[in-house]
């Protein structure tokens, strides 16, 4: 066989090898439930606030599945449709299993989601939804520990857009990353892949 023909078969193998790790570790955002095995922490500890003024951390939804969805209230159509994927797809439970899920939004915005404008907000999605906001610092930690990107838009006219990552990320009941969940992922997928979970955990 030629040389030529002998380096051009490796060199295709050694890139096909390269291609099916990257597949094999960082599976594709839209996979609904996709669970990768992890090269980079997921979530941590948080202090935050909820929409009812309280202080709230981690610790408060140790024993229950979070399902957390990053976002902000002045959002023009992502952050609605994904919340109505979470609210869906927790609805569409056994009644058993509803209650181990802790439905959680969190404001890439907090400079104009203060308490009181995310209990308007996350009351018109679900009545068990939870809030949270926190100063400027306090958030920022909240989107490094959960590799969260956020970009804000210049002003115009005082307003202003926030570019950020749409994924849908639940956490163990211990805190640690369990899956996690596309944009374009249906709440009927979503909500099989919660009920496998649950069940299994």
């Known amino acids: 066989m030629p040389r ?68 902000y209230t002045y959002c023009p159509d992502v952050c609605p449709l994904g919340l109505q994927t979470v609210a ?25 989601d203060t308490p009181a404008v995310l209990r308007d907000y996350v009351g018109q999605f679900h009545p068990r939804l939870v809030g949270l906001t926190g100063s400027e610092t306090e958030v920022a930690e909240a989107l490094r520990a959960w590799r969260v990107y956020v970009r804000k838009a210049e ?15 639940l956490m163990n009941p211990d805190g640690s990353y369990a899956a996690h969940f596309g944009h374009a992922t249906t709440a009927e997928e979503m909500a099989k892949r919660l009920e496998e979970v649950l069940r299994a955990g």
Do not use: C, K, N
């Not at 990768?36 to 309280?54: C, K, M, N, W």
């Not at 869906?88 to 969190?106: H, K, N, S, T």
């Not at 002003?155 to 990320?169: A, E, I, K, R």
């Open 155 to 169: 002003p115009q006219d005082g307003s202003y857009l926030v570019d950020h990552s749409t994924f849908t990320y």
């Open 88 to 112: 869906a797809a927790i609805d569409a439970l056994p009644p058993e299993l509803q209650e181990r899920v802790a439905p959680v939004f969190v404001t890439v915005d907090p400079a104009r």
């Open 4 to 71: 030529w023909l002998l380096l051009a078969l490796a060199t295709s193998v050694a890139l096909l090898a390269v291609l099916v790790g990257v597949f094999v570790l960082v599976p594709p955002a839209d996979r609904p439930g996709s669970q990768a095995q992890e090269t980079v922490p997921i979530g941590g500890p948080f202090s935050l606030v909820d929409q009812d003024g309280r202080r709230v951390s981690e610790q408060d939804f140790r024993g229950r599945f979070m399902l957390v969805y990053f976002g």
